[in-house]
């Protein structure tokens, strides 16, 4: 393959449209153009996804699990730490997964604690 022409975004560049489209900030013919790339493209799909994930998980915690989109200022504060703790809980769930698939004794009860505890929150 050829180097893409110079107008074509990178992944990078994909991924700040996708978090401007979900705070409802991008125009009609920018989320053509995302919804376009994100049909031929499952990295972004995926990212996007995990993407709208973290604003339902916002949204709730704000107490408003119907949002539309989850304001700047209510994104700020938690974001991070609520990232790091998605991160967290993914992380765990695969390597408890993986842990159930590949076996070994003995070290299931502490994820099995950490999980309950995202669950709850
Ligand atoms: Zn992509």
């Known amino acids: 393959m050829t180097g893409p022409p110079l107008t ?5 560049q ?22 376009k790339h994100l ?3 499952a990295h972004c799909a995926g990212a ?3 993407q709208l994930e973290v604003r339902v998980a916002l949204a ?3 107490g408003n699990p119907h949002a539309f989109v989850v304001p700047r200022p209510v994104i700020r504060p938690g974001a991070l730490a ?11 769930l695969a390597g408890w997964g993986a842990h159930q698939r ?4 003995g070290s299931g ?10 669950v709850v929150h």
């Open 60 to 62: 709730r915690s704000a």
């Open 109 to 118: 009860t502490p994820l099995e604690e950490t999980r309950g505890t995202i």
């Open 102 to 105: 590949w076996g070994g004794p």
């Open 14 to 35: 994909w991924l700040v449209q996708i978090d401007a489209e979900l705070d409802g900030e991008l125009s009609l013919v920018e989320r053509a153009a995302l919804a």
């Open 82 to 92: 609520l990232w790091v703790a998605i991160a967290l809980g993914v992380g765990l």
């Open 39 to 41: 049909v031929t493209c």
């Open 48 to 50: 996007r996804a995990s």
């Open 8 to 12: 074509h975004p990178t992944h990078d």
